[in-house]
């Protein structure tokens, strides 16, 4: 049935803010390669971060200490980004979600794990890898969505 | 890093954060209604996303022989291995699993929604692991 759903009224809440979502997400992923040349994925803050405080060979990689400062930068403008966003539409209640605390960490935990692991995640193969065209990314694309796709729907299954 | 170069960092950042927010991407339970087909909004997302940053790596290092600020134009890191397809798999198990991804676990915060805090640990959790694991 979802199928038919779907087809009949594919944007139950409307497509004008997603499309134009997408495009602001763009546009910071374009300024910054504007003015710094920089590629802003965003899983790679989660690894360059730790190297402030390891100092295990993996974590001490120029990659990562290189890119440590700008990542915590462009992460903190996300944040700021999103505060504004909040102010302008938020109506005074804070953001929030019914999805379990254990159950962000633990897919928190293998999604960070995974988007480490297989070098980039929904901004950095989805937007940026998409973006320079990248054949790889693309089926990084392809293989995330599907596993997610999978599980999304099992575990409505198993827990709803 | 030059004061420039970061602020202007931070304002890509804004922009993208922005824009996350105004898509209801910090809302997982938006992601997960389009991973269970009851919405596709995310496909517009990542759609206007894809296509603004095509224009910009395609067009601007032909526009300028370098970036505003100085440096160099960089090239997204991608190769087809073992690691990309198991790590991309199990990213997608995680995302699927809390309707939450990098990106917007950081900007949900600026939000309000503190809960995240947990998806923001569990990925940095994970990321510390995935680093532990491959210096052994």
Known sequence: ?160 | MSIAKGLATLAAGAVFGFGLALSGMIRPEVVLSFLQLQDLGLALVMGGGVVVTLLAYKLLPRLLQKPLLGGTFGMHPSDWNRDTLRGAALFGVGWGLTGVCPGPAIAGLGAGNFTLLWAVLGIALGALAQGWMADR
């Open chain 1, 1 to 160: 049935m979802a199928v038919m759903d779907i087809l009949q009224t594919p944007f139950p809440l409307g497509w004008q803010h997603y499309l134009l979502g997408g495009l602001c997400v763009g546009a910071g992923v374009a300024l910054l390669f504007l003015f710094t040349g920089r590629i802003g994925g965003m899983s790679s803050v989660f690894s360059s971060t730790w190297s402030f405080a390891l100092r295990r060979p993996f974590f001490q990689q120029a990659r990562l200490v290189d890119s440590r400062g700008w990542r915590l930068a462009y992460a903190l403008g996300l944040i700021g980004g999103a505060l504004a966003w909040w102010l302008w539409r938020g109506g005074g209640v804070p953001e929030s979600t019914d999805v379990p605390w254990w159950l962000l960490l633990v897919g928190g935990f293998i999604a960070g794990y995974g988007a480490r692991l297989g070098h980039g995640c929904t901004s950095g193969h989805g937007i940026c890898g998409l973006g320079s065209l990248q054949w790889p990314s693309a089926l990084a694309v392809l293989t995330f969505m599907a596993t997610a796709f999978l599980t999304a729907n099992l575990v409505t299954r198993w827990i709803a």
